[in-house]
């Protein structure tokens, strides 16, 4: 049973970058495992903001970018603005048909 | 635009059975895949399932003894069942349209399981 491992907090000054990462108990995390994004703020459902990896929807601040590192997928926040401060969850699917969810990161901007 | 709305009871006892319909406006479920998440108070998110509108599903094995998806493309909804609830399933359950880029969401309904 795979488990997904995110940070379970991060702070970050504003205007400073941060890196989330996402990764997978079996091994590496690879394209093959479609690395999904979402930004979670309290009261709200969550957002997508990364797809497939790298992949961004109309509404995904150019600050915000996905990539694959050192076997994790990986979510860098360039510039960072208090608006960003929430919770970010990571999405990885296995090829056994499993989807499963990171722990999500509690990222603060202070 | 897609809109999705959860709806269903807020409040299940304990061994009952939890339902929830999401429906579905400004687009066809036919030819998607739907999908159910939750989360439960300070917790994260948990992926509970999908279902394509042909009626396939693919549960989280860790809740597939106690979960049914269904799916009603003449009323374009889809339906969540979680049999045998304990407090463990307290939560705001989530609809979602599961397909690339899963960008569409409910906003998510608190159901309470409680006496």
């Known amino acids: 049973q795979a488990v997904v491992t995110q940070e379970p907090s991060l702070t970050v000054s504003p205007g400073g970058t941060v890196t989330l990462t996402c990764g997978s108990s079996t091994g590496g995390v690879s394209s093959g495992h479609y690395p999904y994004w979402f930004q979670r703020k309290p009261g709200q459902a969550p957002r997508t903001l990364i797809y497939d990896t790298n992949n961004k929807l109309p509404w995904t601040p150019a600050r915000f970018s996905g990539s694959l590192l050192g076997g994790k997928a990986a979510l860098t926040l360039s510039g960072a603005q208090p608006d960003d401060e929430a919770e970010y969850y990571c999405?990885?699917?296995?090829?056994?048909?499993?989807?499963?969810f990171g722990g999500g990161t509690k990222l603060t901007v202070l | 635009q897609v809109q999705l709305q959860e709806s269903g009871p807020r409040l299940v006892e304990p061994s009952e059975t939890l339902s929830l319909t999401c429906s579905v406006s400004g687009g066809s479920i036919s030819r998607y895949y739907w999908s159910w998440i939750r989360q439960p108070p300070g917790k994260g998110l948990e992926w509970i399932g999908y279902i394509y509108y042909t009626g396939i599903t693919n549960y989280n094995p860790s809740l597939k003894s106690r979960v049914t998806m269904s799916i009603d493309t003449s009323k374009n909804q889809f339906s969540l069942q979680l049999k045998s609830v304990t407090a463990a399933d307290t939560a705001v359950y989530y609809c979602?349209?599961?397909?690339?880029?899963?960008?569409?969401w409910g906003q998510g309904t608190l159901v309470t399981v409680s006496s």
């Open positions: 979602a349209r599961d397909s690339p880029p899963k960008e569409y």
């Open positions: 999405l990885l699917s296995y090829n056994s048909g499993r989807v499963v």
